[in-house]
């Protein structure tokens, strides 16, 4: 008898909170509500008082605990306040150096200083708004120093990024023991890194979807055809002129992120750490390589630039040379792969030729399902882009962190049972969730905070709509809720970049 394949379930998202479940907001907006309560009932001691202070208490209450699009009232304050904000000084829509009449890759030009022994590295900037910070190095790896790496340079929060080209093969087609021996081995690579004193900060696998007229595809069958099937080589080719509109290139990358320190705080301290990302880079590289992933190595600026750049292009084409993530950028815009102008709406933004709208995967699957479960949304032939971040908890830290939720968890239950409250099943399956953590803990396994999300691009509006609920039906099919950022799209358009963004 053929073997099960393996099941896998995720635990619903931790809501824990300071006093029963609830959040600091919710007891700081109660709060107040109580406080405005009683300064009314000083200010009006009649009636009118009484309704006054009835009113503002409920409306308290409201805010706090009212869910309005999987949001409380006070978890939409903060968006709603940086929205308004950005609306009166203008923010909203940008264009960025190319208006002023000249190119803007060289005006960014910053020298870095040699990475060691390493080499040099070479940066550009020029990003803007949800970008400004951003810029592209050149940093030279190697035991020569002769190949290059591009890494992203996060000025702001002090990081320095560079993003490796995977291959997979054909996960979906293989056996249950093959699935299960893979994703084990994907497995040990993720606990290699959380180990005690990692210098990895962060992780993220981005499965990218883009379009393609059908000229790769071809590329392949020309170059696999054998003289003796004409015949059917002449069918496929009749199905392709049928078909290949609808067609699409699909490119996995995986960018780790190490923390540079302050750099305008000491510029010395970044080719350091640039020795320290291309060490991770390679060990991460090899780790791949040994769990059955080919890996091509890590891109370098001009690759980086174009896997970047792809978000915002019309149409990104083969490069001729198996560039996975699209076209690559002309000479003028190396180093620059920014936006050259975003017009940012509540659900949606633009920049440049396409409209992105961004989704945060709320959810896991909460029932047993196998390892493939996210081919619904992976596979297809519409442009999305799906991303993982994740951040490796150490050991101490990882034990630290469950010991104290369990605690609060017990301090919770005997609360509410003191209250009168019922236990609910999920905050059972919380509790559940995070014995299950303590006793994978002590059996030595690692520990990984992580989010996933996923951007819709569309040449247009219109198309970006139907290719949003789309997108919708097969996150259903994958058993993952998602919820729009609405009001925060540009930002929320960065977690599904190269760019290790996405948790706080």
């Not at 199905?239 to 995986?254: F, M, N, P, Q």
Request: aromatic fraction near 6%.
């Amino acid at each position: 008898m053929p073997a099960e394949p393996p099941r896998y379930r995720f635990g619903p998202l931790e809501r824990r909170g300071l006093i029963a479940g609830w959040r600091g907001g919710q007891i700081a907006v109660v709060a107040a509500g109580l406080v405005v309560a009683v300064v009314s009932l000083r200010v009006h001691p009649n009636a009118f008082g009484v309704i006054e202070a009835v009113a503002v208490l409920a409306s308290s209450l409201a805010v706090a605990c009212w869910p309005l699009g999987g949001r409380t009232g006070e978890e939409w304050l903060p968006t709603l306040v940086r929205w308004g904000v950005d609306g009166v000084v203008g923010r909203r829509r940008r264009s960025a150096s190319p208006g002023a009449g000249h190119c803007p890759a060289h005006d960014g030009l910053v020298p870095v200083e040699p990475a060691g022994r390493h080499g040099g590295a070479r940066g550009a900037g020029g990003a803007t708004g949800a970008f400004a910070g951003l810029s592209i190095l050149g940093a030279r790896g190697g035991a020569d120093g002769a190949a290059e790496v591009g890494v992203v340079h996060d000025r702001r929060a002090g990081t320095l990024t560079a993003t490796l080209a995977l291959e997979g093969h054909s996960f979906a087609l293989l056996g249950a023991d093959e699935k299960e021996r893979r994703v084990g081995s994907w497995a040990g690579v993720l606990a290699a890194l959380a180990r005690e004193g990692s210098s990895v900060r962060r992780l993220q696998w981005l499965a990218l979807a883009l379009p393609d007229d059908g000229r790769a595809v071809r590329a392949y069958v020309q170059e696999r055809a054998v003289e003796n099937v004409r015949d059917a080589l002449a069918s496929y080719e009749g199905l392709l002129d049928e078909h290949g509109a609808d067609t699409s290139r699909h490119a996995v990358l995986l960018a780790v992120q190490v923390r540079s320190g302050r750099a305008e705080r000491g510029p010395r301290r970044l080719p350091g750490a640039l020795n320290v990302l291309l060490r991770e880079v390679a060990n991460v590289a090899r780790l791949v390589g040994a769990a059955d992933v080919t890996c091509r190595g890590p891109l370098d600026a001009t690759a980086l630039s174009a896997a970047i750049r792809a978000v915002s292009e019309a149409d990104p084409v083969a490069d001729g040379v198996g560039d996975p993530v699209g076209r690559r950028c002309p000479p003028c815009l190396v180093g620059s792969p920014w936006p050259m102008a975003t017009d940012v709406a509540w659900s949606r933004v633009r920049t440049d030729a396409n409209w992105h709208a961004t989704y945060w995967v709320s959810e896991w699957p909460r029932v047993e399902v196998g390892p493939d479960f996210l081919a619904p949304i992976l596979l297809g032939s519409l442009r999305r882009s799906i991303s993982v971040v994740m951040e490796p908890v150490s050991p101490s830290r990882a034990v630290r962190a469950v010991e104290a939720a369990r605690t609060a968890d017990i301090a919770d239950s005997e609360l509410r049972r003191r209250g009168g409250f019922l236990a609910t099943a999920r905050r059972a399956r919380e509790a559940e969730l995070v014995a299950r953590r303590e006793t994978e803990l002590a059996d030595g396994h690692g520990s990984y905070r992580f989010s996933g999300y996923v951007t819709v691009t569309a040449p247009g509006p219109s198309q970006l709509v139907e290719w949003c609920q789309a997108t919708e039906q097969a996150a259903g099919q994958a058993r993952l809720e998602l919820r729009r950022l609405y009001g925060d799209q540009e930002r929320a358009l960065l977690c599904t970049l190269p760019l290790c963004r996405g948790l706080s």
